[in-house]
């Protein structure tokens, strides 16, 4: 640096430095290794490079085929099932929201003192949540029969597993001292929970009912896929015979669906926790 | 005047008196309104989609026993006399469903891996307070919005058509939902990045890439690892499912079962899953919280 | 602390010009921070700029560096017009002028020596740098600035773990490495203790006398101008209103910048 002769560091502060020697071929040894099982695991999911660059190809194919979308007679069958979409998915997310929050009270650690209870309600929503909406699905569609009926009870199951633990959690995580203020006015148990608790974690509540209701929105999309009414149905009967232009039309007005319930949940959750909770 | 001895101010004049007792009873009016029409809109809301996701409650309380037969033909026979046996032959295709299973895992995981790397970049091209431009800013987060509003079982059926029948397809559908889902999250952690040291390492004359890798990476790195992994255990339970429609994984072997009503196969298939989705939960769970924990990465 | 100047060399008035602003301005909205604001610094000099807060330091060491872009004006350096440039040039014009700021801007969860290196991006080759690699010879280089600043004890921990003033000599430390003709200093000290102030003040003077760089160096308290700077420039609402050795900032001239008494006072 500027003309000064530069300190050879490496000497007497070696662990400055990328390793050497021994410790280098260790370095590279690990790092081989990992790029070892990195292309083991592409060989066991079947990735080649011949496949991914086929697949692409045929995959501009198919997007040449689905160009323009085709708007046919069968537009107002899909308008109708967009609407059992959304209704399988505001009706499973209310009926989900309402069964959690018992559920949520009788698993979190400061409302259930009962330890059995509280253990077999997180266990059970732990169960119901790893089954996915569709597999409930499919079980509700041998229950109920062929339908969105079968949509709605199966989105229920999935979220009130999901809600349970989130709500518990939420609950869980409340301010104690609020809590004590409320039992100190001389406020029996249940109103206690009332007014010291929910109005807690209200927000976060309905901030996630929200949020879930966009998210069933596109689980609601597939579950006719399984026969569980809504937009699916036809989605997958399109593909099926490859009528790939109305394909194209369903993928759209899917997407514009979704769009337009986010920014409609956006502005609502806006509204219920305030400009802070982003 | 009683409320005098509460210490309150009695309003002096009658008429003032009589003007907020309609200010506040308007104003009640006004409330109640409010909530009411809230009210009768939910309602509304709940009668057309009852009718349009015709709901019949009358079917289900008649079916209600269904579910106790249903869960009844699940469970396997199992005697403590002969229960090694009696598992054998419950688990009778145990090895070929736990192939099947740890190629969800894979699934998962490489989707999970594949949609966090490209949603690394896309945040820093997304976030407005990173982004080199302000249009490609708005490109990129059009390319997220439309990536993760596509369901993935909807990329699983046209990446089965295109790439074939297997687990790449599943992959690659759900790995572009994660992308899509994951930089949005990334994004929104981005924007909220301390921008005194990426100031500091611009200063250098650092480019725009070496300031996103040595400016913005080390402190968002702890929450895009932390979203990661949730996003893992998200995508085991949607890989789960993907080989309904051919994209690989356990799906397969539980819709055939589902299809044909082998009934105690899929209880067996159904808790082999719930094990391996809590083992990960419960992994991912551990490793955010190390991530959380310990305060920072290695420094380079 | 001693009110004359600590500086060996002369008033570099006759120096060669190696920095010239001409009406440099930068407008925010309707407000004008920097005010046409025109300037020439010898080489080799230590320049304070003086001014309330508020007055427009911050933005005119942030036009030079070009991390604010100029409305109007030029920057010229050694005659070359530096505040119209772009891509590469730009970058290699942030190098050479390094920055240090009042509150250190070091990458937290990095460490001191990767602190440093990020001063080397700029230099080639700048390919390895995207992956953490940098050469033997670019570390050696950070050491020794490291060393330099008393700091190279510290070299594997994370910048946050530092003091204040720890965390400021890494800064000029990440400078040194860039290998800058030019020192912009934003308000170096403003956020150290006395004894802090102090060592963070005398690097700077070492740095400028040793290595002949120029400095520019914001400054929230005349005496501190006074000990260390050979030359101030005083702003108020953008313009310039005082420019000459720190030993003519007698009292007239200061109440000019500050306004009055009473802040006079607080800056002492
Ligand atoms: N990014 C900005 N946007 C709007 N106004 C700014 C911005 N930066 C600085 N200013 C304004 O410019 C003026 C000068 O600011 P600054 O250069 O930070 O002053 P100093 O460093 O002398 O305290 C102030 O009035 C400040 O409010
Ligand atoms: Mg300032």
Redesign the pocket.
């Known amino acids: 640096m500027s003309g000064r002769p530069l300190t050879r560091w490496r000497e007497c502060r070696p662990e400055l430095y990328p390793p050497r020697g021994l410790a280098l071929w260790r370095r590279a040894a690990a790092v081989l290794l990992g790029l070892g099982l990195f292309l083991w695991g592409l060989d066991a999911l079947e990735v080649t490079p011949g496949r991914l660059i086929d697949g692409i190809g045929q995959l501009g194919h198919v997007f040449m085929l689905m160009m323009p979308p085709a708007v046919t007679e069968h537009v107002w069958d899909y308008v109708r099932a967009i609407g059992e979409t959304l209704a399988m998915a505001f009706l499973g997310t209310l009926v989900a929201s309402l069964l959690a929050v018992p559920l949520a009270l009788m698993g979190a650690r400061n409302i259930m003192p009962f330890g059995p209870v509280r253990l077999l309600v997180r266990r059970s929503s732990d169960v119901v949540r790893g089954i996915d909406s569709l597999v409930w699905a499919i079980f509700f569609v041998s229950v109920v029969g062929l339908g969105p009926f079968a949509g709605i009870l199966a989105i229920a199951m999935n979220d009130t597993g999901v809600l349970t633990k989130l709500y518990a959690e939420a609950i869980e995580n409340t301010d104690r001292e609020q809590v004590k203020g409320v039992r100190a006015t001389g406020a029996g148990r249940m109103q206690t929970i009332g007014f010291g608790v929910l109005p807690q974690v209200m927000p976060v509540l309905l901030g996630n009912s929200l949020y879930f209701l966009e998210s069933n929105l596109r689980s609601a999309t597939i579950l006719g896929v399984v026969g569980a009414g809504g937009i699916g149905f036809f989605l997958m009967d399109r593909l099926m015979i490859s009528a790939w232009r109305e394909v194209s039309l369903i993928v759209i007005m899917v997407l514009v669906t979704v769009a337009c319930i986010d920014a409609l949940s956006r502005v609502l959750r806006g509204r219920l926790i305030g400009p802070v909770g982003r | 005047m009683a409320d005098g001895t509460l210490g309150v101010r009695p309003l002096q004049h009658p008429q003032s008196r009589a003007r907020f007792a309609r200010a506040w009873a308007a104003q009640k009016r006004a409330h109640r309104l409010q909530w009411l029409s809230a009210a009768v809109l939910m309602l509304v809301l709940i009668a057309i989609s009852a009718w349009l996701g015709e709901v019949k409650l009358a079917l289900l309380w008649d079916r209600l026993p269904r579910f106790g037969s249903y869960f009844g033909r699940m469970v396997p026979e199992l005697a403590w006399a002969t229960l090694g046996e009696d598992l054998a032959y419950w688990y009778w295709n145990g090895w070929q469903w736990l192939a099947s299973l740890w190629q969800t895992v894979l699934i998962a995981i490489y989707a999970t891996l594949f949609g966090a790397i490209l949603a690394y970049v896309f945040s820093f091209l997304a976030a407005r307070n990173l982004t080199p431009a302000p249009w490609v800013g708005v490109a990129a987060r059009r390319t997220l919005e439309l990536a993760r509003t596509v369901p993935e079982l909807v990329f699983a059926v046209l990446f089965v058509f295109a790439f074939g029948i297997g687990p790449l397809a599943g992959v690659l559908a759900i790995g572009l939902h994660s992308f899509g889902a994951l930089g949005k999250l990334f994004g929104d952690v981005a924007e909220n990045a301390d921008p005194e040291p990426l100031r500091g390492v611009r200063a250098t004359g650092a480019s725009w890439a070496q300031t996103m890798v040595y400016g913005a990476t080390p402190q968002l790195m702890p929450d895009y690892l932390s979203y990661g992994l949730m996003r893992l255990e998200i995508n085991v339970r949607a890989a789960s499912i993907l080989g309904f429609v051919g994209a690989g994984g356990i799906g397969q072997e539980l819709y055939r079962a589902i299809k044909n009503f082998d009934h105690t196969d899929i209880s067996a298939i159904a808790l082999m899953l719930i094990a391996a989705v809590m083992l990960i939960d419960a992994l991912c769970g551990w490793l955010r919280g190390r991530v959380i924990g310990r305060d920072g990465l290695r420094a380079l | 602390m001693s009110l004359s100047s600590r500086c060996g060399r002369p008033n570099a008035a006759g120096a060669k010009r190696v920095l010239e602003l001409r009406a440099l301005t930068r407008r925010?909205?309707n407000?004008t921070?920097?005010d046409r604001v025109s300037m020439a610094v010898g080489d080799g000099e230590m320049v304070a700029v003086l001014?309330?807060?508020?007055?427009?330091?911050?933005?005119?060491l942030n036009m030079i560096n070009r991390l604010i872009d100029p409305s109007e004006g030029e920057i010229l350096y050694h005659g070359r017009d530096v505040s119209r440039l772009s891509g590469a040039e730009l970058l290699a014009w942030r190098r050479q002028s390094a920055m240090i700021f009042q509150r250190f801007n070091l990458v937290a969860r990095l460490s001191v020596l990767t602190n440093v290196l990020t001063g080397r991006l700029n230099h080639k080759p700048r390919l390895p740098k995207l992956f953490g690699m940098f050469n033997d010879q670019e570390r050696d280089i950070a050491i020794d600035a490291l060393a330099s600043l008393g700091m190279d004890d510290h070299a594997l921990k994370r910048a946050d773990q530092l003091s204040g003033g720890q965390q400021q000599r890494v800064a000029i430390a990440r400078a040194l490495v860039q290998e800058p003709r030019l020192i912009l200093a934003?308000e170096p000290v403003a956020s150290l203790d006395p004894v802090n102030s102090q060592a963070v003040m005398e690097a700077l003077r070492r740095i400028n006398q040793e290595r002949g760089i120029t400095v520019l160096c914001?400054l929230h308290s005349v005496p501190l101008a006074r000990a260390w700077c050979d030359r101030a420039i005083a702003?108020s609402e953008?313009r310039v209103i005082y420019d000459g050795p720190v030993g003519g900032l007698d009292e007239p001239t200061l109440l000019a910048i500050y306004g009055s008494a009473a802040a006079l006072t607080e800056a002492h």
């Open positions: 925010f909205g407000a921070a920097v001014g309330r807060s508020g007055a427009g330091k911050s933005t005119l934003d914001n702003l953008g």
